[in-house]
Nanobody, 126 residues
Framework: VQVVESGGGLVQAGGSLRLSCTVSGLTFGGHAMAWFRQAPGKEREGVACINWYGTYTLYADSVKGRFTISRSNHYNTLYLQMNSLKPEDTAMYYC????????????????????WGQGTQVTVSS
């Protein structure tokens, strides 16, 4: 299984970025997908989750109203549109393949992730 993120970079506060994640080697449409992030010295935290069909999403309170998670099962790709970025959004962002098709109550628990990408760095300057 390969999980590859792209789209990170340096952006000023208030700006936008769109992250992408392509997955190969498994049935992409059979898994919930999520984005996590980890800032230096902090624990990895769940940012957003989307169910297998793209009809149900969950967000961390810190990103609600600013970030949008979406997916294309046709292209085996997950997206994260990030708007109104803040310096506190600075982190390594990771794409995560869930163990099942739904965003369960424990979706934001890193131990529930089946596969991880290598991460893409997002830096927001003030």
């Amino acid at each position: 299984v390969q999980v590859v993120e792209s789209g990170g970079g340096l952006v000023q506060a208030g700006g936008s970025l769109r992250l992408s994640c392509t997955v190969s080697g498994l049935t992409f449409g059979g898994h919930a997908m999520a984005w996590f992030r980890q800032a230096p010295g902090k624990e990895r935290e769940g940012v957003a989750c989307i169910n297998w069909y793209g009809t149900y999403t969950l967000y961390a309170d810190s990103v609600k109203g600013r970030f949008t998670i979406s997916r294309s099962n046709h292209y085996n790709t997950l997206y994260l549109q990030m708007n109104s970025l803040k310096p506190e959004d600075t982190a390594m962002y990771y794409c995560a393949v869930g163990q099942d098709a739904r965003c369960s109550a424990s979706w934001s628990t890193p131990s529930r992730v089946q596969y991880w990408g290598q991460g893409t760095q997002v830096t927001v300057s003030s």
